[in-house]
């Protein structure tokens, strides 16, 4: 019986346990290594960063999946032994005849001087918990919203975080509360294009966001945001995006181009090892075609690429049905208060560019986000 592996517990291993089974039944060994419990869905962290969400509405135990025959082990990966097709984990080690690594980004707040010390934000649950308690805390003054580096996962996000802030302090009666926003970005959701970025940033202005860009981080003090052009910006509360980093053990591997991340063939997500495969944020997928060089690391992204990933795993194990290409397209809701979002949609590898539409914030397009978050946390369970 084949094994197949997949690292990573999140988005894309999930997705890729789940169709593996519903396509292979028990002719495979399907194995999900995840060092955490339960899986858990950031795209609600925003709502939970506004005491909108409570952390057990945001999360499933992994454990679940193990009745749908994927056995789950719940340890650290270590390393990634490419010749002896092994995987080497805290826990026991895994053979492997084909590899799905879905290993996500981690994050290097020590990349930059008093970054952690300084600064919050809302890329992983605990730090979601913190950043909502300083901003209960909070009573006035000015809130610092920043990207440190490039790339980042969820290009929305941040900007969610502003305009959701802008709301709900405005909600509690908090006036005297003024937000500034940095970035390194040449402006608002590049790989989205020019008019989609130029109709955000309207948007931001709108609400008295003011925002500069190019903003590369260089230090962070008490109050004070130092950039590299010597420029700087004070705060009382300051949220700042991570830099990414990817995960210790692809690193070790070799798996990284000057990138940092996995190249992938982006129609197949095949590296260049073989039966190896990487979906999601550990990976990078060129765009040719696109406003910027790279794909964003998103969600939708890293669970199309893992659908494209086991269908074509199940049917060379099938022997039989038709390989198929991933298309590039995808999605992202942008949550702006007042019970609305904004919604992004399109394909990233159209030529001659990629055909993205932007769809003006509204009640239905929060709706849809509020039962997303329903179908992730009941429909892959
Ligand atoms: C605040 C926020 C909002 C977001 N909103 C959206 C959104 O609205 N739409 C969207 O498309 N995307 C959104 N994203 C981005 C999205 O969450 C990620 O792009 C997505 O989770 C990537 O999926 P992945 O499978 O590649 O990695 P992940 O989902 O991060 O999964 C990686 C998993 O690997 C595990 N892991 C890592 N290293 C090891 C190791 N050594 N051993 C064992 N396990 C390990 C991690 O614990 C993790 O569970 C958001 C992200 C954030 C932070």
Not at 30 to 40: S, T
Not at 170 to 190: C, Q, S, V, Y
């Amino acid at each position: 019986m084949k094994t197949i592996a997949i690292l990573g517990g999140g988005i894309g291993g999930l997705v890729a346990a789940n169709i593996l089974r519903d396509k292979l039944g028990d002719r495979v060994d399907i194995k999900l290594v995840e060092r955490k419990r339960n899986f858990q869905f950031s795209p609600s962290y925003p709502w939970m960063m506004i005491g909108s969400r409570e952390p057990e509405q945001v999360q499933r135990n992994l454990d679940l999946l193990e009745k749908k025959g994927i056995r789950v082990q719940h340890s650290e990966v270590r390393s990634i032994e490419l010749d002896e097709q092994a995987v080497k984990t805290s826990g026991p080690e895994i053979q492997y005849d084909y590899l799905i690594i879905a290993l996500g980004a981690e994050y290097a707040q020590e990349q930059i001087p008093g970054l952690a010390e300084n600064s919050y934000h809302i890329y992983d649950l605990d730090a979601t918990l913190k950043f909502k308690k300083a901003v209960e805390d909070f009573s006035g003054g000015t809130i610092a919203v920043g990207i440190s580096r490039l790339p980042f996962k969820c290009p929305a996000a941040p900007y969610e975080v502003a305009l959701l802030l802008d709301y709900h302090l405005k909600k509690r009666g908090i006036d005297r509360a003024k937000i500034n926003f940095f970035t390194p970005e040449g402006m608002p959701l590049p790989a989205a294009g020019a008019d989609i970025g130029g109709r955000a940033l309207e948007f931001l202005k709108s609400r008295d966001i003011e925002c500069s860009f190019k903003a590369k981080l260089k230090e962070v003090k008490t109050s004070e945001v130092h950039f590299e052009d010597g420029s700087t910006t004070s705060f009382d509360l300051l949220f700042c995006v991570p830099p990414h980093i990817p995960p210790e053990p692809v690193v070790k591997a070799g798996l990284i181009d000057q990138t940092r991340w996995i190249p992938v063939d982006p129609k197949t997500l095949r590296t260049k090892h073989e039966n190896v495969y990487a979906v999601g944020d550990v990976t990078s997928v060129p765009t040719p075609s696109g406003y910027v060089p790279y794909l964003p690391k998103a969600g939708v992204f890293a669970h199309g690429q893992a659908e494209l990933v086991a269908h074509n795993i199940a049917t060379e194990i099938k022997g039989r049905g038709n390989e198929k290409s991933w298309d590039g397209h995808g999605s992202c809701f942008l949550e702006v208060g007042y019970g609305q979002a904004a919604y992004v949609k399109g394909g990233w590898f159209t030529k001659p560019r990629p055909s993205i539409k932007f769809y003006k914030p509204s009640r239905i397009w929060h709706m849809q986000k509020f039962l997303f978050e329903k179908y992730w946390m009941r429909h892959w369970f």
